[in-house]
């Protein structure tokens, strides 16, 4: 009998990755998984506005830990676009895990960020027809993320932050995906 090393890759995906949400997340409360497949980014302000650059970047989504958490990569520019040393400035490659939590009723939301460094922490709840993250930069920064304009092949998903005044929210970021079919 021939032994063979499985491939630590498939063993990672298939561990890691779930078909569906899990019934401990009662259909009401699912605000991601609409979020589910792939996402071409156009991307309309990275610290600054760059909408005049053309930057695109991708997104990928899915269910996770037996369905019990969404888990995303964004990255810009695109992959095969991406050079070993790319500037810093148009530069992404993260990830975020969102959770349900039972006791909150809401979802606890992970952002890092290797390539930049960035790490934030969540609280997302639906708001009318947004879906409302708060939470915090690494640095105890106030941030709010939102998306909005939702529709089956598009939204609008924007991150601010607020300033020193208390009172201030600035854009750090805005993105206009459609879903890639």
């Known amino acids: 009998m021939l032994l063979t090393t499985p491939n630590p ?10 078909d569906q949400r899990s019934a401990d997340i009662p259909a ?3 605000l991601y998984g609409w979020l589910v497949g792939s996402w071409d980014l156009d991307v309309r302000f990275f610290l600054s506005d760059v909408s005049g650059l053309g930057l695109r970047g991708e997104a990928h989504f899915g269910w996770v830990l037996e369905g019990r958490a969404v888990q995303d990569v ?7 676009e991406r050079t070993p040393a790319p500037d810093r400035i148009a530069n992404m490659y993260g990830t975020t895990l969102r959770a349900w939590d039972p006791c909150l009723q809401a979802w606890r939301v992970t952002w890092t960020d290797p390539v930049t460094g960035g790490r934030d922490q969540l609280i997302g709840r639906r708001v009318g027809d947004r ?19 939702i529709s089956d092949d598009s939204f609008r998903w924007t991150g601010e932050a607020l300033q020193p005044d ?11 995906a459609t879903r890639i079919r």
């Open 166 to 176: 208390g009172e201030t929210w600035a854009l750090e970021g805005e993105f206009r």
């Open 28 to 30: 009401e409360a699912d």
């Open 74 to 80: 964004w990255i810009m520019p695109h992959r095969p």
């Open 131 to 149: 879906i409302v993250q708060l939470g915090t930069h690494a640095d105890g920064t106030p941030i709010r993320w939102i998306f909005s304009e």
């Open 9 to 18: 890759h498939s063993v990672l995906a298939g561990a890691l990755a779930a």
